[in-house]
């Protein structure tokens, strides 16, 4: 069956496109964004950007109020790089004096950063201009909606966008944060490596099993290096009471360095190239001096890098570096190699820490697969393969499988799809702790600074510990309001300058509030405390929430009280069952008033009757009075019941403020007036080439054998005029920020000054086709008349009548077509024609509108005599029979009265077979549409509940059953339903 492929999307209805069902994911790198949509017309694609390629450059450009996206703003990068930023993923949720900006401002130094209210990055284009890091990386990820939904051809506001493993809490809030901002709700944050976990695995289902497979992913990337190892098996799962089995990818061992990546490469040979550069002392000032010389020669940077992974030696070469001076170097790979020397050693460092972390060796690893564009280094292959001594395996697409796995989970996440499951559990890199202090019990002793409270700190989510998941912390010993804080901890295995680069330790600090009330509340001889629980989860993004926090207390319930809530109990039963009783009394003598009218002697046998039947309820009420007697005489134990209550709690971020309401929508504010100066630009720019195309198209067309024919030459001069008077003005005064108004003015003044020559113009050139679409047509209708002129009289489908009124027209049409044809080539071809093309059409509709009707005509009768002659024969076919079974009855009664038999059965029971009139059904089946082989279906229904599509055939509608004349209720019926609503109301209140 088609539902034992991997996936099947699910549409929930025939307007799907309508709904707009498609969902995205978008694979953050430094460098570089890889999107994927899936969708009904789109099944699990990568998307292709204007230039059709399939990944987009992670940068955005603002330069003489012009923003551009992608490679366009790359080339802006080149030309003013300060009017260009790019690697902005790797300043989010950071505060100034992170390593990483320092980084930044390295390698960037033409930017200028400053520090936002917050603490974060925001760079300064102006006196009076800043972007945050977070209205940057927004702009971005609408550019990246935007590709999606031209791409999938509808809407889309769900997205599942992938992170750093190494993210901390920080930094994943600023990202979404930014993809909000961006216009796009965030499905799940996942992490590069579980993204390209569940890309290898969804494909390779059948060879999961049971037996625990592990793999190791080595992810090098544009900035990072990771090193995750995934473990596949197939688990047992528990799903709304149901037991079932499912793959399941785990990551179990993580290592990786923030700094190790493809841009290590090529900042590096940048400066190499700069040096070399300034070695030929051609120029008067260094070349680091001048930002776009240095753009260009990243630029020249990136490219040999590319060169060097397929090749063994290229040269490096720049036209006008600066000052017109030209460049060109030879390179080599083992320069490069060289170059990278000393981080060559760290190549194989995350693998080892991946190891350690999964308490693993390389023997329980089964394959290696290099994933990232870093991975194509051939230095890191050969480095790689020496270190686990086997093959690497190279069956992933080194670009696109953490997009694809990402997009994959945002079908699983959202409402409009289908999806086989596949459970993913990511891990803990960065180990949480929870720290408090309570006041000391009279045992214990004081600390050593003479204080009377005890520093405790206990762990919460431990390194590798799996998400999602949720756990309670139990704070005993508390009875006022109490701080507690949620820090990073144990992380010394990072290294220092990794810890640097985390920022603060500190996530958020809690203040627990009403913990006195709440003892003062349940202050009972009976009611124990047992402490005040803290509710957290750490969800599949990755983010860690404080859902509650409640005081608990057990409450004993002695015997007696028990007894006394029974007896409680039984009373309210007991008057409950009387007063249902009187209800069901009530109604039964308004149903049945007929019984009132009986004769004494009924009444009296009536009056037996119910005795008996009062008896049978007495005993009936005596034996359950018995039974819980007999359960009163089993021995009682006091009764423990858990008690909560609620407490308040004031959460405080300690690593960087949140985004106020207030910033959220001043940057939304600054975003809206961007895109709206995009599409003003956007509607000049295409006002501006609608004017440019048009004054070229007439200045060419104006002379040409068609235009000129149709044209007096005063009207071509006038035209000629007008365009050489618009294209001075283009060339003189229009530019990219020339009012739109005026643009479309000059464009309907040439629209207008042109119109009646472009009518001419179409009218000569479709008239031939006209006219000899007429001609057939009249063929046509000649040739009908012909034919049906044989079928008229009493067995004939048409009157003679008709087929006159017919000819007359078919006759009108021939001698208007004449006439007018005579008159339009008297006319020269300057002049506006009267045989327009319109008027032919309008003849050629009438005449085949009048054979379709005389056709149709046709059909009815042909259908009605065929229904006469079925029913005829049917009639026929009826008495045959008839008179057939008649005569073997009386043949079988001659036969039985000569052989003087007598008759064992009775009369003989005549008539026709009984039929059952039964309807069918419509089993509402599902159409399975494949779109990927193998692999991806969608679900088409017949319809959907309360929107049935209109072109929906009979056979598709579920019958209806409705009474031809519903009973209306009477009035003995109507007051006793407003009888029992008193009731009811009575009882309740």
Not at 649 to 662: G, K
């Amino acid at each position: 069956m088609l539902t034992k492929g991997l996936i099947l999307v699910g549409l929930l209805s025939l307007a799907s496109t309508a709904l707009g069902l498609a969902v995205m994911s978008v694979d953050v790198g430094s460098e570089w964004m890889k999107i994927a949509v899936v969708s009904p017309g789109v099944p699990m694609e990568i998307v292709l950007n204007p230039e059709s390629k399939r990944k987009t450059n992670m940068v955005v450009s603002m330069k003489d109020g012009e923003r551009k996206f992608g490679s366009d703003a790359m080339n802006v990068c080149v030309k003013s790089p300060k009017h260009c930023f790019s690697h902005l993923l790797d300043l989010v949720g950071k505060t100034v004096d992170n390593p990483m900006v320092k980084l930044y401002t390295d390698r960037f130094p033409h930017h200028k950063i400053e520090a936002t209210e917050r603490g974060t990055v925001q760079f300064r284009t102006s006196e009076d201009i800043v972007y945050t890091i977070e209205e940057l990386l927004a702009m971005i990820f609408s550019h990246a909606k935007n590709q999606a939904e031209v791409y999938a051809d509808q809407k889309i506001k769900d997205v599942v966008v992938t992170v750093p493993v190494y993210f901390n809490q920080a930094e994943r809030l600023a990202l979404i944060d930014a993809v909000q901002l961006g216009g796009l709700n965030v499905l799940q944050l996942m992490s590069e490596p579980m993204a390209v976990a569940l890309n290898y695995g969804m494909f390779r289902r059948k060879e999961i099993n049971g037996t625990a497979k592990n793999l190791m992913l080595y992810d090098m990337g544009a900035q990072d290096t990771t090193v995750s190892i995934v473990g596949y098996q197939i688990v047992k799962t528990k799903e709304k009471g149901f037991s079932e089995t499912n793959p399941q990818a785990q990551i179990l061992g993580v290592g990786y360095d923030r700094t190790l990546g493809g841009s290590e490469i090529t900042f590096r040979l940048r400066e190499y190239l700069a040096d070399q550069f300034d070695a030929m002392k051609k120029g008067s000032k260094s070349v680091r001096e001048v930002p776009r010389a240095m753009g260009k020669l990243l630029k020249e940077a990136e490219r040999v890098k590319l060169i060097l992974s397929a090749n063994t030696d290229c040269y490096a070469q720049v036209e006008n570096v600066m000052e017109d001076i030209d460049f060109k170097t030879p390179m080599s790979r083992d320069k490069l190699e060289e170059i990278m020397a000393d981080t060559w050693d760290r190549v194989t460092v995350p693998v080892q820490n991946a190891l350690e972390a999964a308490g693993m060796s390389m023997s329980a690893i089964d394959q290696v697969i290099l994933v990232g564009g870093g991975s194509r280094v051939p230095k890191v292959q050969e480095l790689l393969t020496q270190f686990i001594n086997a093959d690497l395996g190279k069956n992933l697409n080194t670009d696109e499988s953490a997009a694809m796995g990402a997009v994959y989970k945002a079908a699983d996440l959202s409402s409009g799809f289908k999806v086989k499951k596949f459970i993913t559990k990511e891990a803990v890199l960065l180990p949480i702790d929870v720290n408090f202090e309570r006041a000391l019990d009279p045992s214990e002793e004081p600390a050593g600074d003479g204080a009377g409270t005890k520093k405790v700190r206990r762990t919460l989510f431990s390194k590798m510990n799996p998400f999602p998941q949720k756990k309670i912390m139990t704070f005993n010993k508390h009875v006022q309001d109490f701080k507690f804080y949620v820090n990073y901890n144990d992380l010394d295995y990072l290294g220092a300058s990794e810890v640097s680069r985390l920022g603060s330790p500190n996530i958020t600090s809690v203040l627990v509030k009403g913990v006195a009330d709440a003892l003062q509340n349940n202050a009972k001889e009976n009611i124990e405390t047992k402490g005040v629980k803290a509710h957290f989860s750490l969800d599949d993004s990755g983010i860690l929430s404080l859902t509650s926090v409640e005081s608990v207390f057990e409450k004993t319930i002695s015997v007696e009280e028990q007894e006394k809530l029974e007896a409680e109990e039984e009373s309210k039963e007991g008057d409950k069952d009387d007063t249902w009783a009187k209800l069901g009394d009530t109604i039964s003598s308004f149903f049945n008033p007929d019984e009132e009218e009986e004769s004494k002697d009924g009444e009296k046998a009536d009056g037996a009757d119910k005795k008996k039947d009062d008896k049978k309820k007495k005993d009936a009420k005596k034996d359950a009075a018995d039974k819980k007697k007999d359960k009163k005489k089993e021995p009682k134990k006091p009764k423990i019941e858990t008690l909560k209550e609620d407490l308040g709690m004031e959460i405080v971020r300690e690593d960087l403020p949140a985004l106020t309401s207030e910033l959220l929508e001043a940057a939304r504010a600054k975003l809206d007036v961007l895109d709206q100066a995009d599409r003003d630009r956007e509607a000049r720019e295409t006002a501006l080439n609608e004017l440019q195309a048009l004054n070229f198209d007439l200045m060419d067309k104006i002379y040409q054998e068609e235009y000129e024919v149709a044209s007096t030459e005063e009207e071509r001069q006038k035209i000629q005029e007008a365009c050489s008077t618009i294209s001075e003005w283009l060339d003189d005064e229009a530019g990219p920020f020339t009012p739109i108004e005026e643009l479309n003015s000059r464009t309907k003044q040439l629209k207008d000054l042109t119109s009646a020559l472009f009518a001419r113009v179409r009218e000569h050139k479709a008239r031939p086709e006209a006219l000899e679409a007429l001609d057939k047509s009249l063929e046509n209708a000649k040739d009908f008349l012909a034919k049906s002129r044989n079928l008229t009289g009493d067995d004939g489908f048409f009157k003679e009548k008709e087929l006159d009124v017919f000819e007359k027209k078919l006759k009108d049409v021939e001698t208007w077509k004449e006439t007018k044809t005579k008159e339009q080539e008297a006319l020269p071809l300057s002049e506006m024609p009267k045989l327009t093309v319109s008027l032919i059409h309008t003849k050629i509709g009438d005449l085949e509108g009048e054979m379709k009707y005389l056709v149709s005509k046709a059909k009815m009768a042909k259908a009605e005599k065929d229904r006469e002659k079925r029913k005829k024969e049917a009639e026929e076919k009826k008495a045959r029979e008839e008179e057939e079974k008649k005569r073997k009855k009386e043949e079988k009664e001659a036969k039985k009265a000569a052989e003087g038999e007598e008759a064992k059965e009775g009369e003989e029971k005549e008539g026709g077979e009984d039929t059952e009139d039964s309807e069918d059904q419509i089993e509402n089946d599902e159409e399975l549409i494949e779109i990927v082989p193998d692999l991806v279906w969608y679900i088409v229904r017949p319809g959907r509940q309360g929107a049935e599509p209109a072109s929906a055939p009979e056979n598709l509608r579920l019958p209806v059953h409705t009474p031809a004349n519903p009973p209306e209720p009477s009035l003995r019926e109507t007051l006793v339903i407003v009888a029992l609503i008193h009731l009811l109301f009575e009882m309740i209140r």
